[in-house]
């Protein structure tokens, strides 16, 4: 086996911080909803998908600039998001059921997808695609670095808002004991509506930031599901930065493993970081 050089280990590692970050941004939603609400979206992938769709048809079709698109998506998955959410505590859906609730909701908005875009690929070409700027010996795409820039300013944005505002400090409170928090004053469906369209809204931005640098087909929304699922257990769940820095810490691992073996060894680091979490870790199970 011949060894990488040193600059296509730093050009992987790189790669990997930058597919890390949408792998954080991806799991920020889930991991707050899973933490803070108890419900497990499955529908948060598709939600995303849908997003980086909508995206490309307003970018290639309607000539927006595909970052313009978060002035429509963001509002849009962001009452989504509360939709779903309000559903889910009106039937009083449990954490399990939640879980194959919202498995098929994905399943419909998958199909939805199909229907009107078909099961082609789709590649959105933007002005953002294929600009790369070089430093040193590395090369840095736009697309990749506006994800990277956007997933870490909105880690650490909620992570301010959860610890320092009323309504991230209510929210915490009522994950932790929600009768004790009600009796406080604290409006538990409300505060539920208001995290699950900020929720719905990530994953319309992650899904603008699908469409800057992948090409999109239907059935990748669950070939997603595994590794961002690791990240947010590796993160923790509810956590705001978490997610971010164990999809960082994924990416790279995955990049790295590629540059000295075969691609198809990637998914197994992932796993097997999760593996030995919940096996040295099983409080967090």
Request: charged share 10%; glycine share 10%.
């Amino acid at each position: 086996m011949t060894l990488p050089s040193a600059t296509l280990l730093a050009q992987s590692a790189l790669s990997g911080i930058f597919i890390g970050s949408l792998y954080g941004l991806l799991g920020l939603g889930l991991g707050l909803t899973w933490g803070l609400l108890h419900i497990i979206n499955l529908a948060h992938f598709a939600f995303a998908f849908l997003a980086a769709y909508l995206c490309y048809q307003l970018a290639s079709v309607g000539g927006m600039d595909p970052l313009l698109t978060l002035a429509i998506i963001v509002p849009l998955f962001a009452a989504l998001g509360a939709a779903v959410q309000w559903l889910l505590a009106r039937f009083s859906v449990s954490p399990l059921n939640s879980l194959l609730a919202t498995f098929g909701l994905a399943a419909i908005i998958e199909a939805g997808i199909q229907w009107i875009w078909t099961a082609d690929f789709r590649k959105l070409e933007s002005v953002y695609a294929g600009r790369k700027f070089r430093v040193g010996e590395l090369f840095v795409p736009v697309p990749e670095l506006i994800t990277l820039l956007v997933a870490f300013a909105l880690a650490v944005g909620i992570w301010a808002a959860m610890r320092y505002t009323n309504i991230g400090r209510a929210l915490r409170a009522l994950a932790e004991d929600a009768p004790v928090a009600a009796a406080f004053g604290i409006n538990a469906k409300a505060h539920a509506l208001v995290l699950a369209g900020v929720c719905g809204a990530l994953a319309g931005i992650a899904g603008v930031c699908l469409a800057l640098g992948f090409t999109l087909t239907p059935s990748q929304i669950y070939a997603w599901v595994g590794v961002v699922f690791a990240a947010v257990m590796l993160g923790g769940l509810g956590s705001a930065l978490g997610p971010l820095a164990a999809g960082v810490l994924i990416g790279v691992s995955e990049a790295v493993t590629m540059a000295f073996a075969s691609p198809s060894w990637a998914p197994i680091v992932s796993f097997t970081l999760l593996i030995l979490l919940l096996l040295l870790r099983p409080e967090r199970s």
